[in-house]
């Protein structure tokens, strides 16, 4: 999706800098512009600050300096980390019911809600299961659940399939894409892969370490939805040949 001035600005970061023990320039002038229905990869080498910005944008963190600024107001955001994080000792739907549990909220109340988050994701006939019961993308699958069923408006994700074998992370690509067009929501989505970053976005922040800072956005323009022919077609070979050449300019600048 293009950034055009019909689309609402969802949030604005503007100049951000974050600075470690007043040494360690984790980003310097970090701008960004998240529009509703964005789906933005932030891309680049280990130690570029793409987990910090995300943490700053979750409210988890605060700028050394600069702005992030919510258009709406209000902060609507989940968070998925690269492990799924879930409380062993509780069921599939007990997992999903945590945030809706967090703001006193009963089960049986959001029972229906919880079941629909649970079909999104395709794990309607796991929710009686526990953790330890499923495999890696399974538990993976949970955790948006988690992140989806309180219909965020923004939704932050740190590498979340970066220990998932291949195929499973293909799926679960497919299967995000899916999702994102029927809830409608925005995404940052942190990733270190060339090919994850170009199947999924519409636009990738590529971003240099040392210190952190953007080097390019590269615009994905290929049309959604995404399917298996784009991501075997030589027009997804070539967006990626793009990102990859930007991602080597950033390594090479750092
Ligand atoms: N709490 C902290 N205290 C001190 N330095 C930190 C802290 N958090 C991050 N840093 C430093 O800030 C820089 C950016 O780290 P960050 O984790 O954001 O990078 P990243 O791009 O997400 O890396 P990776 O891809 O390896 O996860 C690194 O040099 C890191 O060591």
């Known amino acids: 999706m293009d950034g055009s001035p019909t689309r609402q600005r969802l949030l604005t970061l503007t100049g ?122 399974m538990k993976m699958r949970v955790s948006i659940a988690r992140a989806m069923v309180t219909h965020p408006k923004l939704i932050l994700m740190d590498e979340p399939f970066a220990a998932l074998d291949e195929i499973t992370r293909f799926k679960l690509n497919n299967d995000l894409l899916a999702m994102q067009a029927k809830l409608g929501c925005t995404v940052i989505f942190v990733t270190h892969s060339v090919f994850e970053s170009v199947f999924l976005s519409d636009r990738i922040v590529v971003m240099a370490a040392r210190p952190g800072r953007v080097i ?4 994905v323009t290929a049309p959604y939805p995404r399917t298996e022919e784009f991501r075997t077609s030589a027009e997804y070979a070539a967006w990626c040949r793009g990102a990859s050449d930007a991602l080597n300019r950033a390594i090479g600048a750092a």
């Open 16 to 137: 951000v800098d974050k600075v470690f023990g007043g040494e360690v320039v984790a980003l310097r002038g970090l701008d960004l512009d998240v529009f509703e229905g964005d789906f933005i990869s932030l891309l680049g080498p280990s130690g570029c600050g793409k987990s910090t910005a995300l943490r700053l944008i979750a409210g988890l963190s605060h700028p050394t300096s600069g702005r992030i600024a919510w258009e709406a107001g209000e902060q609507s955001l989940s968070v998925v980390f690269q492990e799924p994080t879930l409380m062993p000792w509780a069921t599939v739907a007990q997992n999903v019911w945590l945030p809706m549990r967090l703001k006193g909220q009963g089960f049986a109340a959001v029972r229906g809600e919880i079941m629909d988050a649970l079909k999104l994701v395709g794990l309607e006939k796991f929710q009686n299961a526990y953790p330890r019961e499923l495999s890696g993308g």
């Open 216 to 219: 390019e956005e590269l615009p």
